[in-house]
């Protein structure tokens, strides 16, 4: 209990810092699909969830509403096979995207990183908030491995998501930041050219 209580207390603290409105959801399950990393929710389309939705804890992004069901919806992490996520190195600046799959969905891999990239073991990975569905500056992973390939061009850098599924009951579902911009404006129509009548007969 005293744990527990410890790991509520920090998921609620973390919920003043989101400028995003959130709900409070518990983990029901996980899926039992071995080749894919899901988790169900008990919060649906009733309450409000909605496909797309970020998904995080104290420790940082746990991954995104795929399907939302009326009561219920289906959670896939940032370590699962087809999950992406933009990310800013909190030590450079540097944007990147990181990507599941690797270890048997237990790790993640920045992809499409030069070889002479300044990225190091020990940089911190946060939200970058280009994409319009998470808030920028939620921790997502730490670079475990740089390995560069200079006869490829890119570097191999693994990453450890900061924010482990597993034993985890509490999570936050926040709304994606699309469904909170201003509606675009419209384009203004140019009205049609008025039509004379001069020297036409009644």
Not at 90 to 101: F, L, V
């Amino acid at each position: 209990l005293a744990a527990e209580n410890i790991r509520l207390r920090a998921l609620l603290a973390l919920q003043p810092a989101l400028a995003v409105r959130t709900l409070a959801a518990e983990v029901l399950y996980e899926a039992a699909d071995p080749y894919s990393r899901k988790l169900f929710i008990n919060r649906g389309l009733t309450q409000g969830v909605v496909a797309g939705a970020p998904v995080v804890n104290e420790a940082g992004v746990l991954g995104q509403v795929t399907r939302a069901y009326p009561l219920t919806a289906e959670v896939t992490l940032v370590t699962d096979k087809d999950a992406a996520i933009p990310v800013l190195n909190t030590r450079t600046q540097q944007r990147g995207a990181a990507y599941g799959g690797l270890a048997k969905g237990s790790a993640m891999e920045l992809r499409f990183t030069a070889a002479n990239a300044d990225v190091r073991v020990g940089d911190l990975l946060h939200t970058s908030g280009v994409d319009g569905v998470y808030p920028a500056g939620l921790a997502v992973a730490t670079v475990t491995e740089v390995e560069r390939q200079a006869e490829g061009g890119f570097a191999r850098v693994t990453l450890a998501p900061t924010a482990l599924a597993d034993g985890v009951r509490h999570v936050l579902v926040i709304e994606p930041l699309a469904a909170q911009l201003p509606p675009q404006p419209e384009p203004e129509v140019e009205p049609l050219p008025r039509q004379t009548t001069k020297g036409r007969k009644p």
